[in-house]
Nanobody, 124 residues
C-alpha cells in the first residue's frame, strides 16, 4: 500500500514556475513507477508525466514536454514535478499517482494509488 500527499500548488503568473512535491509512504514506493496527472474543471483527468521506479526513464505529455520535469528521490520517498514557463492551460488540480506493479502507462486506470491533489492556477 502507498499513501500519497501532494504539495506546492498555488497561484502563479503566466511564464512563472512552480515545483510540486509528492510525499509517499509505504513499502512499495521505490518499486513503483510514479505519474503526475491533472484535471481541469469540466475535463477528464489527463496524463502529464511519469517516471520509472529507479528514475532512469521519464515520459511526458506533448503539451508539457520541454517545460515540465519529473524526478524522484527514493531515499526520501518523494516525487517532484518542476513546472516552468507556465501557461493558463496548465491550470488544474494536479495529482500524483503510483502505478500498479509492473505497469508503465499513461492511463489513469493503470495507477492504484492517488493523492488528494493540489491546485495550480496560472493567471494570464
Amino acid at each position: 500500500q502507498v499513501q500519497l500527499v501532494e504539495s506546492g500548488g498555488g497561484l502563479v503568473q503566466a511564464g512563472g514556475s512552480l515545483r510540486l512535491s509528492c510525499a509517499a509512504s509505504g513499502r512499495t514506493f521505490s518499486s513503483s513507477a510514479m505519474g503526475w496527472f491533472r484535471q481541469a474543471p469540466g475535463k477528464e483527468r489527463e496524463f502529464v508525466a511519469r517516471i520509472r521506479s529507479a528514475g532512469g526513464s521519464t515520459y511526458y505529455a506533448d503539451s508539457v514536454k520541454g517545460r515540465f520535469t519529473i524526478s524522484r528521490n527514493n531515499a526520501k520517498n518523494a516525487v517532484y514535478l518542476q513546472m516552468n514557463s507556465l501557461i493558463s492551460d496548465d491550470t488544474a488540480v494536479y495529482y500524483c499517482a503510483a502505478a500498479s506493479w509492473g505497469r508503465w502507462s499513461p492511463l489513469p486506470r493503470d495507477y492504484d494509488y492517488w493523492g488528494q491533489g493540489t491546485q495550480v492556477t496560472v493567471s494570464s
